[in-house]
């Protein structure tokens, strides 16, 4: 057999080392990647569900419990159902965990403009609480495909308690949205980090009527929701009310699940180079040595003030600014 020649093939020792330079590199996550992932897969369910419904569902969607009391059919009836129903809780658990890794991405990049006087500790804390809240509410909606909002029966014509326990797990995500919206703004304006990318004024103005706008589509949405389940009791159900519903439920869908993707987007295509990453390099140290390193850069701090370095835990975490 003839002898290779040198250098054509890599020894074990050689594949080795490189995998280890792989696994030695620091770790570049760009937080507008994860959220624009987050909206994929939620639209990724909604196309499976809708097409599972309509091709092999067996359920008269004109005889929902959905449309029994709000009037209309929303986007929810498409995975309330059997085929969809089997499949839908493991899309969220998928989309869930996206934007559970977005909101952790999302508080380390402001936590080290935070540590860094970026932007003020009461400001911190303000959106560290708001972040707090989305997450929550994201946990929470997975209630809401868990239960069937009505028997094997059917619906009969009544609310029970299955239909406050499908829909209050959504109205917390509805309030999440609107604050993951507001965080972002506030977040964005607050830092300079869309003036570093070059948005002006004006730009500025029309994502804060954008959040507002928004906040009043869902200040609508509850309690008309609330009052469709208390069969009106605040306030008559008509025709003309439930067709201004619908109207107001699309443009929630446009506002929650269209707008922020295609401003991800956006951001992701024309602003790439200007966009901040969270770079982590992970060490296993002892608790010992963490406390050493924490005084160390604490002294640090204090004796260089304003031009303080920026404090690192156990995982060395800095934010780069191409």
């Not at 209050?168 to 869309?194: C, E, K, N, R």
């Not at 804060?208 to 159900?237: D, Q």
């Amino acid at each position: 057999m003839a002898n290779r020649p040198s250098g054509s093939t890599r020894t074990h020792g050689e594949r080795k080392s490189k995998a280890h330079d792989k696994l030695s590199q620091p770790i570049v996550i760009t937080v507008e990647w994860l959220r624009l992932w987050g909206y994929l897969a939620f639209w990724a369910m909604v196309i499976v569900c809708v097409v599972l419904t309509l091709i092999f569902g067996t359920k008269d969607l004109d005889n929902s419990v959905v449309k029994f009391v709000f009037g209309y059919n929303n986007i929810c009836v498409y995975w309330d159902y059997p085929p969809s129903a089997y499949i839908a809780p493991i899309f969220y658990s998928f989309i869930m965990s996206i934007f559970l890794s977005w909101h952790i991405a999302f508080w380390l990049r402001l936590r080290s403009q935070a540590s860094n006087g970026g932007i003020s500790l009461w400001l911190f804390r303000l959106l560290t609480g708001m972040k707090v809240f989305e997450v929550i509410v994201l946990l929470c909606f997975s209630l809401t495909l868990a239960v069937d909002p009505e028997d094997e029966e059917g619906h009969d014509n009544k609310v029970d308690e299955k239909v406050y326990i499908h829909v209050f797990p959504f109205i917390g995500l509805q309030l999440g949205l609107v604050s993951m919206a507001i965080s972002s703004t506030i977040h964005g304006v607050q830092t300079g980090y869309w003036e570093n990318m070059g948005f002006g004024k004006w730009t500025v103005r029309g994502v804060i009527v954008y959040c507002v706008i928004f906040a009043l589509i869902v200040g609508y949405k509850i309690p008309t929701s609330i009052n469709y389940m208390l069969e009106g009791r605040w306030f008559e159900r008509t025709e003309a009310l439930g067709r201004l519903s619908h109207g107001v439920d699309v443009l929630f869908l446009l506002f929650a699940g269209v707008a922020p993707m295609l401003k991800t987007m956006y951001l992701l295509y024309y602003k790439r180079n200007q966009l901040s990453v969270i770079v982590i390099d992970l060490a296993t140290v002892s608790k010992e040595a963490t406390e050493r390193y924490r005084k160390t850069n604490r002294a640090t701090n204090d004796s260089l003030g304003a031009q303080g370095t920026e404090l690192r835990d156990t995982i060395d975490i800095e934010l780069k600014a191409p």
